[in-house]
């Protein structure tokens, strides 16, 4: 019945979006894979209590009930679930694990997000080593690479910097969360009245320059090394420089960035965070970080742990509007001819199968679908 209800250009467009996103999450979960993560699934429907210590406030949950009175959402989130499930099943550590799966969020209205999100992600459990950031990287690095075809920036950040920062100024918890708040909310001129009270104190210069620093690695690092920064942030900074001459080295065409004043991803993550973006779209198209003492709320002994969040749909759209990059090619052949059909179809990933009655509705169909025909019954076509 819908499809009577949408214009003919609409039915193409979610028909070509949906081609889209089903083959981006083919390539995702190849490419997983390939790497050696093993695919894992968490239940839609998740304990309440699950997600409370972490909840960021900027969503809402779907919540229902069970028949015994216990509140139940549906997953706002990946890691959290993965993390619960890593705890009940006792599996054997260290563990990569990989997952394609849908995460509900009751957006803002007239914000422009979605409440339903598909989203791919990477778990890497029980690794201290920074090689399991770096493993994320690269997969982040591959991905967006081969899903889309804009350059994507990957920013980078560190969980526990600016609370490091703050709490030398004063122990007043209070105090902490309203810098922090304005800080990470770009309230400038709050900000400013917040901080005048530590005019006298060594690291005020740095204060003032705090809301701007993001940007080249180069000048970041070459601010932070004039400032008089207290010694609990120096093995955040001095890993920040490790990753970034990894990535240099490793990846050297891929553009990097670092902020240091904005909030983490999560309320979970203890360490290196990243993102990325790009110019194109609106939004980040994957997050994650290290977050070691996640499991800590399912069990009495921490983790460690490094994950990664892809968003499918937001890729999807990005890849969805490139597609005029190449030209699809729609195959038009007689019921006999589906093996031949199939075989030229196995050979050309742009190729789809015509369903048409005849070439002359498969005329028309290549003509909306903006494809080449490629007619088995009598060869090549390009009207």
Same mark, same amino acid.
């Given at each position: 019945?819908?499809?009577?209800?949408?214009?003919?250009?609409?039915?193409?467009?979610?028909?070509?979006?949906?081609?889209?996103?089903?083959?981006?999450?083919?390539?995702?979960?190849?490419?997983?894979?390939?790497? +050696?993560?093993?695919?894992?699934?968490?239940?839609?429907?998740?304990?309440?209590?699950?997600?409370?210590?972490?909840?960021?406030?900027?969503?809402?949950?779907?919540?229902?009930?069970?028949?015994?009175?216990?509140?139940?959402?549906?997953?706002?989130?990946?890691?959290?679930?993965?993390?619960?499930?890593?705890?009940?099943? =006792?599996? &054997?550590?260290?563990?990569?694990?990989?997952?394609?799966?849908?995460?509900?969020?009751?957006?803002?209205?007239?914000?422009?997000?979605?409440?339903?999100?598909?989203?791919?992600?990477?778990?890497?459990?029980?690794?201290?080593?920074?090689?399991?950031?770096?493993?994320?990287?690269?997969?982040?690095?591959?991905?967006?690479?081969?899903?889309?075809?804009?350059?994507?920036?990957?920013?980078?950040?560190? #969980?526990?910097?600016?609370?490091?920062?703050?709490?030398?100024?004063?122990?007043?918890?209070?105090?902490?969360?309203?810098?922090? /708040?304005?800080?990470?909310?770009?309230?400038?001129?709050?900000?400013?009245?917040?901080?005048?009270?530590?005019?006298?104190?060594?690291?005020?210069?740095?204060?003032?320059?705090?809301?701007?620093?993001?940007?080249?690695?180069?000048?970041?690092?070459?601010?932070?090394?004039?400032?008089?920064? &207290?010694?609990?942030?120096?093995?955040?900074?001095?890993?920040?420089?490790?990753?970034?001459?990894?990535?240099?080295?490793?990846?050297?065409?891929?553009?990097?960035?670092?902020?240091?004043?904005?909030?983490?991803?999560?309320?979970?993550?203890?360490?290196?965070?990243?993102?990325?973006?790009?110019?194109?779209?609106? +939004?980040?198209?994957?997050?994650? +970080?290290?977050?070691?003492?996640?499991? /800590?709320?399912?069990?009495?002994? #921490?983790?460690?742990?490094?994950?990664?969040?892809? =968003?499918?749909?937001?890729?999807?759209?990005?890849?969805?509007?490139?597609?005029? #990059?190449?030209?699809?090619?729609?195959?038009?052949?007689?019921?006999?001819?589906?093996?031949?059909?199939?075989?030229?179809?196995?050979?050309?990933?742009?190729?789809?199968?015509?369903?048409?009655?005849?070439?002359?509705?498969?005329?028309?169909?290549?003509?909306?679908?903006?494809?080449?025909?490629?007619?088995? /019954?009598?060869?090549?076509?390009?009207?």
């Amino acid at each position: 019945m819908l499809k009577h209800l949408l214009p003919l250009g609409t039915r193409d467009e979610f028909g070509r979006r949906a081609r889209t996103k089903q083959h981006l999450i083919a390539v995702i979960q190849a490419h997983f894979k390939q790497r +050696g993560l093993a695919p894992i699934a968490t239940p839609l429907l998740e304990n309440e209590a699950v997600f409370d210590p972490y909840q960021m406030g900027n969503y809402q949950l779907y919540r229902l009930f069970s028949n015994d009175g216990r509140t139940l959402v549906l997953r706002p989130d990946m890691t959290l679930p993965v993390a619960r499930f890593i705890s009940a099943t =006792n599996v &054997p550590l260290p563990q990569k694990f990989g997952y394609v799966g849908d995460i509900f969020r009751v957006s803002r209205q007239l914000s422009g997000s979605y409440n339903q999100i598909t989203q791919a992600g990477v778990e890497l459990v029980g690794y201290a080593s920074l090689k399991a950031e770096f493993e994320c990287l690269t997969i982040a690095n591959q991905l967006s690479s081969e899903l889309i075809a804009d350059a994507v920036e990957i920013e980078l950040g560190d #969980a526990q910097f600016a609370q490091r920062v703050v709490a030398s100024l004063t122990s007043d918890d209070a105090a902490q969360q309203a810098i922090l /708040t304005a800080l990470f909310d770009k309230q400038v001129p709050r900000y400013t009245n917040l901080i005048a009270k530590y005019r006298s104190q060594p690291l005020y210069d740095f204060l003032k320059a705090w809301p701007r620093l993001f940007g080249r690695p180069e000048r970041i690092f070459k601010e932070l090394a004039a400032a008089p920064l &207290p010694a609990s942030v120096q093995p955040s900074l001095k890993r920040l420089q490790t990753v970034v001459a990894w990535m240099q080295k490793t990846m050297p065409a891929q553009a990097v960035s670092v902020d240091l004043s904005s909030q983490a991803p999560q309320k979970y993550y203890t360490g290196l965070t990243f993102r990325g973006y790009s110019q194109a779209g609106a +939004g980040y198209l994957f997050s994650g +970080g290290r977050y070691d003492k996640l499991l /800590t709320n399912f069990q009495a002994e #921490a983790e460690l742990a490094v994950g990664m969040g892809l =968003n499918v749909d937001l890729l999807t759209t990005l890849a969805t509007d490139q597609q005029t #990059a190449y030209a699809e090619q729609l195959i038009y052949f007689e019921p006999e001819q589906w093996p031949q059909a199939e075989a030229y179809l196995a050979k050309q990933p742009h190729a789809i199968l015509s369903l048409a009655d005849d070439l002359a509705g498969a005329r028309i169909e290549a003509q909306r679908l903006n494809a080449q025909l490629i007619d088995l /019954t009598g060869g090549v076509t390009n009207d």
